[in-house]
Nanobody, 118 residues
Framework: QVQFVESGGGLVQPGGSLRLSCAASGFILRGYTVGWYRQAPGKQRELVATISYGGSTKFANSVEGRFTISRDNAKNTVHLQMNSVKPEDTAVYYC????????????WGQGTQVTVSS
């Protein structure tokens, strides 16, 4: 089955850094755009960042300049490097391959919890 498994979340202080990993299985990630998404309590899931099959990246305004997204096609993984984190970054983070505005390659997994707090 096609799935993504997120890891690397945890508790981090404001201004700190965290590196999230997304491992894909059931397919070869190389040819797909991959996105990181997050959902905070009481809010809808939102797009955080994407990386295309060619390596082009896009970021939400709220994280641009602080987060980076990268991919390792050989390992079938995508990473989200979170720097200068803020309390408002607190959310469950998910990865998936968008196939449009509303469609995705895989069903949503468990995600990984990121909590930014002192």
């Amino acid at each position: 089955q096609v799935q993504f498994v997120e890891s690397g979340g945890g508790l981090v202080q404001p201004g700190g850094s965290l590196r999230l990993s997304c491992a894909a299985s059931g397919f070869i990630l190389r040819g797909y755009t991959v996105g990181w998404y997050r959902q905070a309590p009481g809010k809808q899931r939102e797009l955080v960042a994407t990386i295309s099959y060619g390596g082009s990246t896009k970021f939400a305004n709220s994280v641009e300049g602080r987060f980076t997204i990268s991919r390792d096609n050989a390992k079938n993984t995508v990473h989200l490097q979170m720097n200068s984190v803020k309390p408002e970054d607190t959310a469950v983070y998910y990865c998936n391959a968008p196939r449009g505005d509303r469609n995705f390659l895989a069903t949503w997994g468990q995600g990984t919890q990121v909590t930014v707090s002192s």
